[in-house]
């Protein structure tokens, strides 16, 4: 059974620790495991800097927001925090010897998919390419104790409710949750993109949590079981925590609950070859000189005339800034004047889902060779949904897993070793014993990550719509706000990001 | 009726406010208007200091804690951003011509009650007194376009269901209303106050919202409208926002729902001769040198063998430090290194009420001739509950109002103008024309405040408490967290923030 956020086990940790005076700390971005190639360009964080417009904020949203402006003569800065570029895209370099030299895996964001169209646009003007993630053979589903295989195509699915995506150990309950799928679809589609808070039934959506919808609408609990590990692993939060309206508002804008689901022909169909940070070291390189690493911002003052974005050993005079930051971190700069109630309202109510990347090296993707694709399933933690994350020429096996939402929250206040032994035996438990020794165990916890604090993307709770909505993407002054959090479109994807960018770089440019 | 939040007149706000490139900004403590009465004590902002404990934030749970530390012996140092103690107590002076010199209304929180044992205990020690809220006379409840007037005691009550503390306009719902609130209480009495994850129904009332514990249970539009009021009047935000289970254990942690609600013998039973700040002053002007005012923290640097806390121009070294602010404040200030995911991801999920409070001086209490109490309830904003605020001679008449949660929001982006138009049209409406034209318009927006960005308190959305209760209270490394949210008693009072002070004293000085 996976553990449950109030175990003794978990409070026992804590307070453990309490008593020694000290519990884990998180690592800063400075601090974390050497980084080689993330040092696509190099700047100074010490000095005075001018600037018509600087960017805060080195992730997809900022870089491109950047090349965006500079394409159009306008001259701009990129300050970053870390000393690397790609905010929430991290490229790491397998180390296990059976690797070939070069051989990467993402630590952070990876895929992308049909529909996502200024992202794939990007990716063919860098001159990067993409695969097909692999995902020939059985699917495995663990459920109530049990393993299953099953395929991908249903016999018979006359309805066409998309039951051949969904685990059949349990028709009737795989026959409700593509019911609550189809449901659930045109609901979100009749929430405005733009202005959810305008859809007819925002109020009563906005309400409730989509537990609350789930309790209301499901009656088996295998379909509240597999929705739940659609939100969970969408969002990286509890069904208990996410607004109705809002997990609506992003199916809509990710093209459909069902597409954001999915592989093959989906939001997972593809991966970027050598890692999807190059999208950000990329861009990095062309913008050369202009964007300053190690910069954390601490400081933006702004008046009727300009902008002056500081922190401890350096400062930019702009005319207008961008700042391309996860909402919650965008709140904890000092604004002087300090920006509006709303908006700073609107940034306290916007956390950051918690998600925990693992992946394990193996020798070969064994589990191909029994006929399974590696993508697992499972109610059961703390890794409930894997995926074959191979080099495309599988000359090593890589299986990824997520712990996501309350599995992650247990996970963050463990040790290394505790979470690996928890991941091996979620492994070992979907692709038997060949999986108990990786040459390589890789991790990432978003949510100790200093510059990022979470994953993949803010979510926001019920009733935060209604109120605040307008203040999404309204400016402050001089202040604009970008990420992938601000997009319409595929919101919390790195199309969203491109997207935000792209925005935000005409919002500007029109100003100066 | 009460404006939605998506009216279109708001978005047209922002809309005019985003193209014309700025948006109101929100006031920095020291801009605001002159507080000659705050200057009990004078800081220092400049320089090195050192201590054995270092408390950041100079509200009440701060003041006690360095208060009992030094009262034990320990050198201690109180930093504080403001020009001024108090955090959300703050006194204003009447500036009324009427109105005798020295006539005080509070702009933050001033009630006490039976039960807040701690606070009036320490209100005896600083030698102030308290004297009992105005109460004399009927209320009025406005709903349905409809002004009732209604007594205290209610003829017939058999069952002792609390019907006399409810408007009688619509009896079946005010029955429903009672019986609600019985329920709740006896829910809430099931909710530990120290652990309210362990809770036997912790999961099923973290799951959801407050509105949809409503929207499930009661059948009345007047019994759902008067629970509204009540969660927007305590928590200053909407049902739809706050986990049931949070308000559940606030309900417990303050006596009860009818406690919270009630004046004479309830948590509104008596203000503070001189206004509460004079609890902050008070402490204050004991400590003396030892609180430093204009000193907002912004980095805090810890290891096995102490801490350093600095501001722009200030340091201070210390074996520990207290951090007595809003949790979402806390979550603000940079920590190197920096705190776990877990307590980071707390204050993320920890947003500060949304309340203007609102103030209108008169000639005379005229209210009270017509044999009105003053205080008001409604279903129709922006001004949904009033209290007589009068000074204890009534010399001049004041009414205190509350602009809470949506309507709140809406307030925020308004002119003073705006906003003061809908006020003395909330209080003619409740109170006639005499209402119209007061002598003074006072008002505070909370969540405009630099160094508060909400009141009264922080509150819980669902799901938070689960997973991240046991990060509330646990120390990280030498930095330890007070406030009123982190008590287990009276949370989100005056007694909350003096136990909390009382409690983390304890647990610091325990381990110098």
Known sequence: MSKKPSDFSRRDLLKAAAALGTVPFAAACERSSPISSAQASSGDTQGSFNAQVVVVGAGIAGLTAARRLVAAGVDTLVVEACDRVGGRTLNHNVSAAQALPGTVVEVGGQWVGPGQDRVLALIEELGLSTFKTFEDGNYIDYRNGLKTQYGHVFPIDPLNLGLNRLPLTDPVAAAEAAL??????????????????????????????????????????????????????????????????????????????????????????SRIAGGSQLISLRMAQALGSRVLLRAPVTRIEYNDKGVRVSGDQFSVHAQRTIIALPPTLSGRITYAPPVNGLRDQLTQRFPMGSVIKVQCVYPKPFWRDAGLNGQATSDTGPVKSTFDNSPP???????????????????????????????????????????RTPLEYIERDWASEEYSRGGYLGYLPPGVWLDYGIAMTAPVGRIHWAGSETSDINRGYFDGAVRSGERVAEEVAALL
């Not at 939060?237 to 996410?242: G, I, K």
């Open 180 to 269: 609550a799928i189809e449901t659930l679809t045109s609901m979100a589609n009749q929430v405005p993109l733009d202005m959810p808070w305008t859809a007819a039934n925002a109020a009563a959506w906005d309400n409730q949590t989509f537990q609350s919808w789930m309790d209301a609408n499901l009656v088996t609990p295998g379909a509240k079981s597999l929705l739940q590990l659609a939100i969970e692993t969408l969002f990286c939060a509890e069904p208990r925590e996410v607004s109705l309206l809002h997990a609506l508002l992003c199916f809509h804008s990710g093209g459909s609950l069902e597409h954001m689901i999915s592989t093959t022909g989906g939001a997972q169909d």
């Open 393 to 435: 020429d599988a000359h090593v096996g890589v299986i990824v897993g997520f712990i996501t939402g309350s599995e992650a929250r247990t996970a963050i206040m463990q040790t290394r070793e505790q979470r690996m032994a928890g991941v091996i035996e979620s492994f070992v438990r979907y692709f038997g014993e060949q999986a």
